[in-house]
């Protein structure tokens, strides 16, 4: 096998843009990125003779130009690449903790055990179920009268517990503040980005960057929520669509590459 001529390595930035190819946010890392390709696909156009004396003959040729398409994969996850993914958006959570008062008023139904059931909020701690009533109110036992999924903010009852199916409880709870990202999954049918490659020949340490003005991202890939316990990581593979812009004559650059 003849040796590689060419090896190179590169950190990736894209952009969001909108439905008329304007960046709406700024650029991002976007983590591990190989390979990352580029093919562009021409065609042929033949104008072969009918002329009885010239039949079959090829008169002339001209070669157009059919797309621009690619791919890349992406083996680190981030809030905005997953929700790309799953041809979605990232929204940013910034809900303010704070405290639910176990008052008169503030009550819940008992579910039936082994029904768990949501208390209004995720992300729970200090929890009070109690009798509803505002006189020497029963306080009920975690793990005893009732169980909880404090990430998910679930409870339910236990089975020969002191709380009733169908009765009303009060509880109170503190929650934390949301901070970070969400992923909505399947609210976006188009992703389309621009994307800036800051590139080096790994051979002889010159750069070589690239840019490409509008890039659709499609993603088929099989994203697994649980995965198998002997998975290294997951990968976001993506098949990609080059998009000249109006005013331009192609859709991207790359320098830095000697002939």
């Given at each position: 096998m003849q040796p590689k001529t060419r090896a190179f390595a590169g950190t990736v930035y894209m952009a969001p843009l909108d439905g008329s190819k304007n960046r709406i946010g700024g650029f991002r890392k976007v983590g591990n990125v190989y390979p990352f390709t580029l093919q562009v696909e021409t065609e042929q156009k033949i104008n072969t003779s009918r002329m009885r004396e010239s039949a079959g003959q090829n008169l002339d040729t001209r070669t157009i130009l059919s797309g621009i398409t690619g791919a890349c994969t992406l083996r680190q996850w981030m809030a905005s690449t997953l929700a790309w993914a799953l041809s979605g958006e990232e929204v940013a959570m910034s809900e303010a903790g704070g405290v639910v008062a176990p008052v008169g008023g503030t009550t819940l139904t008992a579910p039936a055990p082994g029904e768990w059931e949501p208390m209004g909020h995720q992300n729970i701690s200090v929890v009070s179920i109690t009798e509803d009533t505002d006189t020497s109110p029963t306080v009920y036992a975690l793990g005893v009268d009732y169980e909880l999924n404090t990430t998910l903010g679930l409870w339910t009852t236990v089975e020969g517990g002191a709380i009733a199916e169908g009765a009303d409880v009060r509880y109170g709870y503190t929650y934390a503040a949301e901070a970070g990202y969400r992923v909505e999954?399947?609210?976006?049918?188009?992703?389309?980005?621009?994307?800036?490659?800051?590139?080096?020949?790994?051979?002889?340490?010159?750069?070589?960057?690239?840019?490409?003005?509008?890039?659709?991202?499609?993603?088929?890939?099989?994203?697994?929520?649980?995965?198998?316990?002997?998975?290294?990581?997951?990968?976001?593979?993506?098949?990609?669509?080059?998009?000249?812009?109006?005013?331009?004559?192609?859709?991207?650059?790359?320098?830095?590459?000697?002939?």
């Open positions: 999954v399947g609210n976006k049918t188009m992703i389309r980005v621009a994307v800036l490659i800051d590139g080096e020949d790994e051979f002889t340490g010159e750069a070589v960057n690239a840019e490409f003005d509008s890039v659709v991202l499609a993603s088929g890939a099989e994203i697994n929520i649980i995965t198998e316990p002997d998975s290294d990581y997951e990968e976001l593979p993506f098949s990609l669509t080059f998009e000249t812009l109006e005013g331009k004559s192609s859709p991207g650059r790359i320098n830095g590459i000697d002939v």
